[in-house]
């Protein structure tokens, strides 16, 4: 079957930088998207990768391992409104979305 | 720019009642989802839809139906509604599914079943 992992929650301190894994195994791979969910609200879209590497967006960063089925989101220069859960979702052969249950990220002052 | 809006934001339904959730877009999106969220879960597919007057099932979509009648709509109804229904239902939608397909999701609608 298809499966998604990401840890369940991570705890990090303002102004510092976290890294949120997300291992997968999918039938095919047509791109890996993280989303960002804040509490009660709707998936906001952060980054894309289809190809091995780091993508960096400002304080957001994604990194790709195709052959290790591995992703990761760097946050950096944390701040309080960073506290949200983080998506991550993988484009499959069909071009069907998998999506992993998400990471709680608490940010303490 | 109203960009994916959802109707209702809550409801509540008692055990074999039916409704319609509502969603429209206008940002001429071609393809139109239908999510649940459940806790501990990852966001799983009821149905689609590539074009108007398209549906296609998704990973779950027992006990639902879905409609697209104009381009800017995706209605997803439920027959007779159970306790395992009880989910925050998101609609989103796209331009396309290849590339950096980005899904723009509505607020999200949450509903109980008693």
């Known amino acids: 079957g298809q499966n998604i992992d990401q840890p369940t929650e991570m705890t990090a301190t303002e102004g510092a930088i976290v890294q949120i894994n997300c291992t997968y195994q999918?039938?095919?791979?047509?791109?890996l998207f993280w989303y960002q969910q804040h509490a009660g609200e709707a998936p906001t879209f952060l980054s894309y990768n289809v190809l091995d590497g780091l993508e960096e967006k400002g304080r957001f960063s994604s990194f790709l391992s195709r052959s290790k089925g591995y992703s990761y989101l760097l946050l950096k220069e944390l701040q309080m409104k960073d506290s949200a859960s983080y998506l991550c979702a993988v484009r499959d052969s069909n071009y069907q979305l998998i999506w992993g249950a998400g990471t709680k990220l608490i940010i303490k002052p | 720019n109203a960009g994916v809006t959802q109707t209702p934001k809550f409801r509540v339904l008692k055990t074999g009642q039916s409704m319609t959730l509502l969603c429209a877009q206008d940002m001429n999106h071609e393809y139109m989802y239908w999510y649940r969220q459940d806790p501990g879960m990852g966001l799983r597919l009821i149905h689609y839809s590539v074009g108007e007057g398209t549906t296609a099932k998704g990973e779950v979509p027992d006990g639902y139906n879905v409609s697209r009648l104009k381009k800017q709509n995706f209605l997803l109804g439920l027959e007779s509604a159970a306790p395992s229904q009880t989910s925050v239902y998101f609609c989103a939608s796209s331009w396309v599914v290849s590339g950096a397909n980005v899904l723009t999701f509505g607020a999200g609608s949450r509903l109980t079943v008693l």
């Open positions: 999918t039938s095919g791979f047509n791109g």
